[in-house]
């Protein structure tokens, strides 16, 4: 690996980036230490020891397998006083209405939850209970129902395989297919776009792909801000000779320029990251990757052979984007020929190239297609199956790969393995007790259910369905209409404030550094990481989440007892390898350091493709209906200094935009005469949205404000087809917002 200092590529020849609107890594380390100061010691352990529990890279303790470097971000480091914060005093539950007006930052500086509490309909707040008693009343209200009642969640918070494997098998135990987790609302198009085409459901390659690669090719995702350890990747790539290209409306700038902190080069100058960045229109993303397509074959720049003898599908895919004509392509993309020309150049010119995603792609009525098409344009050179190579849906979060996997999914069984009667039966041999046949209620389904009042129980670990999902007063409505609702946490969130139909049951969790036994997470890549007990204080009466499931299902279903029942989380790994073939060698993971990635470095290696042909698939994909009526924008939400909807700080050090900015392009602003800082109001055809105006780097047509906040506007009805994925996009007016009439005298 290339070691000399590169002048080339250096963002800024100013020292340290002084004056450049950018994170200060360094004043976030200071952050870290003053916050966690009255529990330094065990804040240290959890950094030198534990494996991340933000994003999906994975580490072990500061290390990873990808580079002999020290990895620690800004992400982690926010994240950190989750872990090592005191209990809350439970007398501010007592009543409620003091922390309703309170942020969800301000609620999660309460403190850790501490000990069972109940509150029932007419009380102002929660009383403290014991275990048990919760538990009871949590049972009779599951017994009372009916499985097609029920609704169990899981975020991806931090969550262990763990705690997902004996949650799905709790659930079904209690007879409901119905749980789900927050890979749904993530990447369930992603999933089930390479399940059809290429034949798995994950990241093909591994992170050490990117260094050395010819082409990376980001499309609609801002790693520098959700996966900031990836840049250090990104700085390596670079100097190894890679070309990267960003396909997005936004010109991100933490992707155009990053100050690597823990390398001294990148640190002091910075990298030049995107060598071209695309600039499209939201929900372009169908016609100028098609546009991409037609540009490589009509030039010849397509793999002839590797087409012939490993795909299926490829007269038909050709056929379709050859009679989508240009003008089409770039009306809907918003970007012209010449762009797309420029992109299908390079990588007709690349031997090797990683194509990556992430919600920019997914989070669209489309996305399942968007993700295709993305597909489509590696199958073309065989980007897939060999070194250097790979089709790559990044994660957000530490849990969010084995939520799925593990068979948290009201739509699969673990390993992915389709609901239906074969695999019912299968694992109804392998655990004992009769399985359910039928898929469950997804997560949005459940709060419609919830809506209709056709859910009984709702017991949500980890999450926060009222900052996550589109619509916020319509989900609170459906919130307040379960009779029993469950909120199993480690910190307060705003939906647990909602008052109750009947009964509201609050249990504190564990986190994954303070489980017995250890415990593991699946990394994008596939990697699976022990991550050991951390040596430390624990929270009152806090429980491992597994445990929790497990005590559920057997007051539910005391038949049962013995079949749901685990000794520890080593004998929950067990019960993963004989579950989940791919996950054979979980089982061996018992200390700090190990680790396994499965199906190897990479999967369909040697362009074997685990279809039911062998063959790998192109898809004809027709332009989605986007249409956007005059003197309209597509808007759509993005994040800003935060980690899912936990939102640190007001202000976006990489972008400079506070939270109520409404970013818009100069020209955009021009025709509607606004300028920086003037109150506008966006109004879709569900609530209106009142922000400040920012002129920044976005495709005209198109604006972008943050989320969770901007969730007002999205219409919780539009979702993508298959995976069930909302949409969390809306077409809007915008105007300035008119100071009110004054008070006649």
Request: glycine content about 8%; aromatic content about 8%; charged content about 25%.
């Amino acid at each position: 690996m290339t070691k000399r200092w590169d002048p080339s590529l250096w963002a800024s020849k100013v020292p340290f980036g002084l004056g450049e609107q950018r994170p200060n890594n360094y004043l976030e380390i200071w952050k870290a230490i003053r916050e966690n100061s009255d529990n330094l010691s065990y804040a240290l352990r959890i950094l030198n020891h534990g494996v991340c529990d933000g994003c999906s890279l994975g580490t072990r303790g500061m290390r990873d397998w990808t580079l002999d470097e020290i990895h620690l971000c800004n992400i982690r480091l926010r994240l950190l006083r989750l872990n090592t914060m005191p209990a809350i005093d439970s007398t501010l539950l007592r009543d409620v209405s003091g922390l309703r007006g309170k942020s969800s930052t301000e609620l999660r500086g309460l403190g850790r939850l501490a000990h069972p509490m109940v509150r029932r309909a007419g009380q102002k707040g929660f009383e403290r209970v014991s275990w048990s008693a919760a538990l009871d009343q949590v049972a009779a209200s599951i017994k009372a129902s009916s499985p097609e009642r029920l609704g169990f969640y899981l975020t991806s918070r931090g969550v262990p395989n763990e705690n997902y494997f004996a949650a799905q098998k709790a659930a079904r135990a209690m007879g409901s297919n119905a749980i789900d987790n927050a890979a749904r609302v993530c990447h369930s198009p992603s999933t089930v776009g390479l399940k059809g085409t290429v034949g798995v459901a994950a990241t093909t390659c591994s992170y050490s792909d990117l260094i050395g690669t010819d082409v990376i090719v980001f499309v609609g995702s801002n790693v520098a801000n959700n996966q900031p350890v990836m840049m250090k990747y990104l700085y390596h790539a670079k100097k190894e000779g890679a070309k990267i290209a960003l396909v997005n409306p936004y010109r991100e700038p933490g992707m155009m320029r990053y100050w690597v902190p823990s390398n001294f080069e990148s640190a002091i100058f910075g990298t030049k990251i995107t060598d071209r960045h695309f600039p499209i229109n939201v929900g372009g993303d169908v016609p100028f990757l098609n546009g991409v397509l037609k540009h490589m074959i009509e030039n010849g720049w397509v793999d002839q052979d590797f087409i012939e003898q490993h795909t299926v599908g490829f007269e038909d895919a050709a056929a379709t984007v050859a009679s989508q004509s240009w003008e089409e392509l770039e009306r809907r993309s918003g970007a012209s020929r010449q762009d797309m020309l420029d992109l299908a150049r390079m990588l007709g010119e690349a031997r090797n190239a990683v194509l990556i995603w992430s919600m920019g792609v997914t989070q669209h009525e489309f996305g399942e297609d968007n993700v295709r098409a993305i597909i489509n344009l590696g199958l073309t050179k065989g980007f897939v199956g060999r070194d250097k190579c790979g089709l790559m849906p990044v994660r957000g979060h530490s849990g969010v790969q084995g939520g799925a996997e593990m068979g948290a999914y009201s739509t699969v069984f673990p390993g992915g393995a389709p609901i239906d009667e074969a695999n019912a039966r299968r694992f109804s041999d392998l655990w004992g007790f009769k399985v359910p046949e039928s898929k469950g209620m997804t997560a949005v389904e459940m709060i419609d259910a919830a809506h209709e009042g056709r859910l009984d129980v709702l017991v949500s670990s980890g999450g926060n369905y009222l900052e996550v999902l589109p619509d916020p007063e319509y989900v609170a409505t459906a919130l307040e209409r379960v009779p029993m609702r469950v909120h199993m946490d480690i910190v307060l969130s705003s939906q647990m404030l909602l008052d109750p139909a009947d009964t509201v049951v609050l249990l504190p969790a564990q986190t994954r550094y303070e489980m017995a036994g250890g415990v593991t997470e699946t990394s994008t890549e596939r990697r699976v990481i022990f991550s050991p007990e951390i040596p430390g204080p624990r929270i009152g009466e806090a429980r491992p989440e597994w445990e929790v499931w497990v005590d559920l299902a057997k007051r539910v279903r005391p038949d049962l007892a013995e079949q749901v029942h685990y000794d520890s989380t080593a004998a929950i790994r067990e019960d993963i390898a004989r579950a989940i073939p791919s996950y054979d060698g979980i089982q061996h993971l018992a200390k700090e350091g190990d680790q396994f990635q499965y199906g190897g470095p990479h999967l369909a290696a040697g362009w074997k493709f685990p279809t039911a042909d062998g063959k790998a698939h192109f898809s004809r994909i027709a332009l989605p209906d986007m249409e956007v009526p005059e003197g309209h924008f597509v808007v759509t939400t993005r994040r800003g200094k935060q980690f899912n909807s936990m939102v640190h700080e007001l202000e976006d050090a990489l972008t400079g935009a506070a939270r109520e900015a409404v970013m818009i392009s100069a020209a955009d602003a021009k025709r509607h005469g606004l300028a920086n800082g003037d109150r506008v109001v966006l109004r879709s055809n569900l609530a209106e949205y009142h922000g400040r105006a920012l002129i920044a780097p976005v495709q005209p047509g198109n604006l972008e404000i943050h989320w969770p906040e901007g969730e007002v506007l999205i219409d919780s009805r539009r979702r993508s087809p298959l995976s069930g994925i909302p949409d969390y996009n809306a077409i809007v007016s915008i105007e300035r917002e008119t100071a009110p009439e004054p008070a006649a005298v």
